[in-house]
């Protein structure tokens, strides 16, 4: 896995990709939230569930189902609250929370994301795997954690930055332009 903070950036940047009017608060927070929940299969592994179990880590909470679901689940209340397209919502939910499995198939440890479970259990990569893979819970403090974070700084966090900045220049040239 990725840590949970650089999945949670993720899907904060992604907010970007809905119209002005539609980034309220709480979809930040949802966004944020989201592009974690797949990563509360950690519970499974503290019950000693098997990591290739499609109940185990990056199993069914980390598939293309799971994601589907959760899009329905934050996006169609959403649709109401913010009086817009439930169908929009659910999908940009689906894209938050699908982005942490796409990321975990981007790290180079532990086993693949069973992105079709429950329908086939294989675990997929993606060829290309240039994040470091987080350890497991206080595995993380330690001398493997800092190269764990300053991988992630490189491939997650400083683009989802530049990415941020981009908007915020567009935003104030936008501005200046009216
Ligand atoms: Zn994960």
């Known amino acids: 896995m990725a840590t949970i903070f650089s999945h949670a950036v993720v899907g904060c940047t992604m907010v970007g ?89 981007c790290t180079n440890g532990g086993l693949g994301v069973a992105f079709y479970a429950p329908y086939n259990t294989l675990r997929y990569f993606f060829p290309w795997r240039p994040i470091q893979v987080s350890p497991m819970g206080l595995g993380f403090f330690s001398e493997r954690g800092l190269v764990v974070l300053i991988s992630e700084l490189y491939w997650i966090l400083l683009p989802c930055a530049a990415i941020a900045l981009v908007r915020v220049a567009l935003n104030w040239k936008r501005k200046n332009q009216n």
Do not use: E
């Not at 809905?18 to 974690?36: C, D, E, M, N, Q």
């Not at 503290?46 to 185990?56: M, N």
């Open 17 to 105: 990709l809905l119209p002005s009017k539609l980034r309220a608060k709480s979809i930040y927070f949802f966004a944020g939230l989201s592009a974690i929940l797949p990563d509360f299969d950690y519970l499974g592994y503290v019950r000693q569930i098997p990591y290739s179990s499609v109940w185990g880590h990056r199993g069914i909470t980390h598939s293309l189902l799971f994601a589907a679901i959760t899009g329905i689940v934050l996006g169609v209340p959403h649709g109401f609250w913010l009086k817009a397209s439930a169908v929009r919502l659910s999908v940009f939910f689906f894209l938050t929370t699908i982005s942490h499995g796409i990321i975990d198939a």
